[in-house]
């Protein structure tokens, strides 16, 4: 049972465009929404994350929304460059380091 | 510094053969976890060692063998694997049992012959 469900499956911008991937969970005891970036043949490294008791983190050029009430939560990425290029994976966890992944999101920025 | 490192960074076996995956952390971290990566799949978790001692096991077949020596050392030990087994092997660690930040380390590309 896939607890995690995210969307698009790929994704294709030019350069300086907002790509957006989208999360949605189903177990509201998830308490930390966190995002990874993984290039190829490398571990997959933290990005951003998010708890349900704010509604919008930005760091740099990345931001995450969050719906609680929709169980949802989003990444946007403000200017994306080339560089950007990678596969992200929404996750969740419920406090006990059992953390569920997304599918993952193979995104493109085109120069 | 929130480095995990993993040894080797690749590894061809055969069937019969019996070799270890190594990680390593010097960041305090007492949770260590062995992840499963296909390709073009997320992360799927192995095992989770807190305070050394194995709390999670996600009915994970006995050809894997995992191994905690001391809180900074995560062994993986592989015998009689099949070559489905063949993935990216990662390694993460996070700072206790309860907290939620996990680091990963750059995986070991395991192929089975």
């Known amino acids: 049972q896939q607890q995690v469900k995210q969307s698009p499956q790929s994704l294709i911008v030019q350069k300086g465009g907002i790509p957006i991937i989208n999360c949605a969970y189903e177990n509201t005891a998830f308490d930390y929404f966190p995002w990874y970036q993984q290039f190829p043949g490398k571990g997959p490294a933290l990005l951003i994350a998010i708890r349900p008791d704010v509604s919008e983190k930005k760091e740099g050029r990345f931001t995450i929304s969050f719906n609680k009430s929709a169980k949802q939560f989003s990444l946007h990425i403000m200017d994306s460059q080339p560089g950007d290029s990678a596969t992200y994976f929404c996750a969740a966890s419920k406090g006990n380091n059992d953390m569920r992944f997304g599918a993952g999101t193979r995104l493109t920025v085109k120069p | 510094d929130t480095e995990v490192t993993q040894t080797p960074k690749h590894l061809v076996m055969g069937m019969t053969n019996k070799k270890s995956l190594k990680c390593e952390q010097h960041m305090g971290h007492r949770a260590m976890y062995w992840y499963k990566q296909k390709a073009k799949k997320p992360p799927e978790l192995m095992f989770v060692y807190s305070y050394e001692k194995l709390s999670i096991n996600e009915s994970v077949p006995s050809r894997f063998s995992p191994e905690c020596p001391n809180s900074s050392l995560l062994n993986l030990h592989l015998h009689a694997l099949q070559p489905e087994d063949s993935a990216l092997y990662l390694c993460?660690?996070?700072?206790?049992?309860?907290?939620?930040?996990?680091?990963f380390g750059p995986g070991t590309r395991l192929t089975v012959l």
């Open positions: 993460a660690s996070s700072q206790g049992y309860n907290t939620d930040t996990q680091y």
